[in-house]
Nanobody, 118 residues
Framework: QVQVVESGGGLVQPGGSLRLSCAAS????????MGWYRQAPEKQRELVAT???????NYVESVKARFTISRDNAKNTVYLQMNSLKPEDTAVYYC????????????WGQGTQVTVSS
């Protein structure tokens, strides 16, 4: 059974930092591109950052230089370090596991709330 479980969300003041974690089980972690997405109230879910099995990263423009995605294949875990947080970063953050080769699969976590407010 595949499980993707996020943790680390919470309330933080503007300019603060949070680190999200996502632990995946039931998959061959090294076969998957891992990603973070977010969805703010009344907005569509958007890509935040991805990291391939080889370690290549991609970020949405609005978080570049503030967020860092990383992975630990030994722990089947992906992280999102978020610095200099802004109120507009407030959203539910979702972890995604996307298999890079056939058979293609996508798995999602349940989400973790991040609220940036003074």
């Amino acid at each position: 059974q595949v499980q993707v479980v996020e943790s680390g969300g919470g309330l933080v003041q503007p300019g603060g930092s949070l680190r999200l974690s996502c632990a995946a089980s039931g998959i061959i972690f090294s076969f998957y591109t891992m990603g973070w997405y977010r969805q703010a109230p009344e907005k569509q879910r958007e890509l935040v950052a991805t990291i391939t099995s080889g370690g290549s990263t991609n970020y949405v423009e609005s978080v570049k230089a503030r967020f860092t995605i990383s992975r630990d294949n030994a722990k089947n875990t992906v992280y999102l370090q978020m610095n200099s947080l802004k109120p507009e970063d407030t959203a539910v953050y979702y972890c995604n596991a996307h298999r890079e080769n056939y058979p293609f699969r996508d798995y999602w976590g349940q989400g973790t709330q991040v609220t940036v407010s003074s």
